[in-house]
């Protein structure tokens, strides 16, 4: 069966420092990819997506950037954090045309 | 979307009614749709899906209705229970593309 990893749970980062959210799909081959981010009482904002390795599009021009160095992994970084960068983060994975399967999220606090 | 930066539209309803929450896609070419419970804290759930060539699914206490001329979906709980609180979100795609979701509206269950 097909099981998506993202981790961390949660992180506290300081203003200025960069991060690594990391995603890894097993049971599958050649998914879909997302990077999602919540903020409290909203909705979700698609921010990177992709098709294949090394195949990223990006959803909103952002202090963000993300990369996919194997087929199951894909990876969220930035240089440097901002506060506005804090929320929820959601990894997803789909095949062609069917739902999307979500990890369980990291909580990101930039203090 | 734009409406990721809205607060969550909320529906308030009895314990033991029935709920309705509604769903306006932005794509006529989009030939499948879910809908996504996500509970606090936690990443989006599929819940039930439905393809353009059906107008009516239905799956333990949930239905989900399909009007493709106004392009509206619908996801109707039966005897709602506490447990159903939550954001639901809407989600569309079409082959080969990427899932496109909706703004998600919160439920909250009054015992």
């Known amino acids: 069966s097909q099981t998506i990893h993202q981790w961390p749970a949660t992180l506290v980062q300081p203003v200025g420092s960069p991060l690594s959210l990391e995603c890894t799909v097993e049971?599958?081959?050649?998914?879909?990819l997302y990077w999602y981010r919540q903020a409290a009482g909203r909705g979700l904002q698609l921010l990177f997506y992709?098709?294949?390795?090394?195949?990223i599009s990006s959803e909103v021009p952002q202090n963000l950037s993300a990369s996919r160095p194997q087929d199951r992994q894909f990876i969220l970084s930035s240089k440097k954090l901002l506060l506005s960068d804090s929320g929820f983060y959601l990894c997803?994975?789909?095949?062609?045309?069917?739902?999307?399967?979500f990890g369980q999220g990291t909580r990101l606090t930039v203090v | 979307g734009e409406s990721v930066g809205l607060h969550l539209p909320t529906l308030s309803v009895q314990e033991g009614d029935n709920s309705i929450i509604n769903c306006a896609y932005s794509?006529?070419?989009?030939?499948?749709f879910i809908w996504y419970k996500q509970e606090s804290g936690k990443g989006p759930q599929f819940i039930i899906d439905?393809?353009?060539?059906?107008d009516k699914r239905q799956g333990q206490r949930v239905t989900v209705l399909l009007n493709k001329t106004v392009k509206h979906l619908s996801l109707q709980i039966a005897a709602t229970q506490p447990g159903d609180s939550a954001v639901y979100f809407c989600?569309?795609?079409?082959?080969?593309?990427?899932?496109?979701f909706g703004g998600g509206t919160r439920l909250m269950v009054k015992p």
């Open positions: 997803a994975w789909s095949s062609r045309n069917t739902e999307a399967f």
């Open positions: 049971g599958t081959s050649n998914p879909n």
């Open positions: 992709s098709v294949g390795i090394g195949q």
């Open positions: 794509n006529s070419a989009s030939d499948y």
């Open positions: 439905i393809r353009s060539n059906m």
């Open positions: 989600a569309e795609t079409r082959p080969g593309n990427m899932l496109t």
